[in-house]
């Protein structure tokens, strides 16, 4: 399957500052998809991220809160703009692989204070 | 959109107990997978499984499509299988792409 390098892996960040988290996958994929675990909750989709078009965000989540980019088929990131402590969570990014479902990150554990 | 209910919450066993968690979905699927959340965090993919039934050594699963419900089956539990299992599925079509995961279970083994 897939394998897909995220970083950091965790990090604790300032509140109103901004956090950049990146992920590589070692093969070529249309989409990339960024999701977010509260504590203590299931995890919910962000964003759809293609290749050479603009993300595709899921309700409740808006481009200047979580900008992405997609400058390859192999390469995304994730920011997370203007922190607050409610944005302290776990983020995880997936591909689709052809024969094991989607495969993840292993996710960005982010607490901010 | 499509709901996912998995059962029990939470589940405690002794080591060498088997158990069943059960994940019921309100739609058609064209992807259902199994994970395995550990206590660091990462995703561990168990089972891709949209139908049928599959084995991975002490773990097995079973899907019925045309019930909209899916069975993973832990047999001799150890105390690394502990954390959060969770199901989730996919619609395709316009939700292609989006998985959606139920809640959880989370599993505690003692030794």
């Known amino acids: 399957s897939a394998v897909i390098s995220q970083k950091p892996s965790r990090d604790i960040c300032q509140r109103g500052t901004s956090l950049t988290i990146q992920c590589q996958v070692d093969?070529?994929?249309?989409?990339m998809f960024w999701y977010r675990q509260q504590p203590g909750q299931s995890l919910t989709l962000i964003a759809t991220?293609?290749?050479?078009?603009?993300?595709?965000?899921e309700s409740g989540f808006v481009i200047d809160k979580f900008p992405i980019s997609r400058p390859n088929l192999t390469f995304s990131t994730l920011t997370v703009s203007n922190m607050s402590p409610e944005d302290s969570s776990i983020y995880l990014c997936?591909?689709?692989?052809?024969?094991?479902?989607?495969?993840f990150g292993s996710g960005t554990r982010l607490t901010v204070v | 959109g499509i709901q996912v209910e998995q059962s029990p919450p939470d589940l405690i066993l002794q080591e060498g107990a088997n158990s069943t968690l059960r994940c019921n979905f309100s739609?058609?699927?064209?992807?259902l997978q199994w994970f395995h959340q550990n206590p660091w965090g990462q995703l561990i993919n168990l089972f891709y499984?949209?139908?049928g039934t599959k084995q991975n050594g002490r773990l097995s699963a079973t899907t019925v499509a045309t019930e909209r419900y899916s069975l993973l089956y832990i047999s001799s539990s150890q105390t690394t299988d502990s954390g959060v299992y969770f199901c989730?599925?996919?619609?395709?079509?316009?939700?292609?792409?989006?998985?959606?995961f139920g809640q959880g279970t989370i599993l505690t083994v003692h030794p």
């Open positions: 991220a293609n290749q050479g078009s603009e993300a595709t965000y």
């Open positions: 739609d058609s699927v064209n992807n």
């Open positions: 989730a599925v996919g619609a395709g079509g316009t939700s292609y792409g989006k998985l959606t």
């Open positions: 499984i949209p139908s």
């Open positions: 093969s070529q994929v249309t989409m």
């Open positions: 997936s591909v689709e692989d052809s024969f094991y479902g989607y495969t």
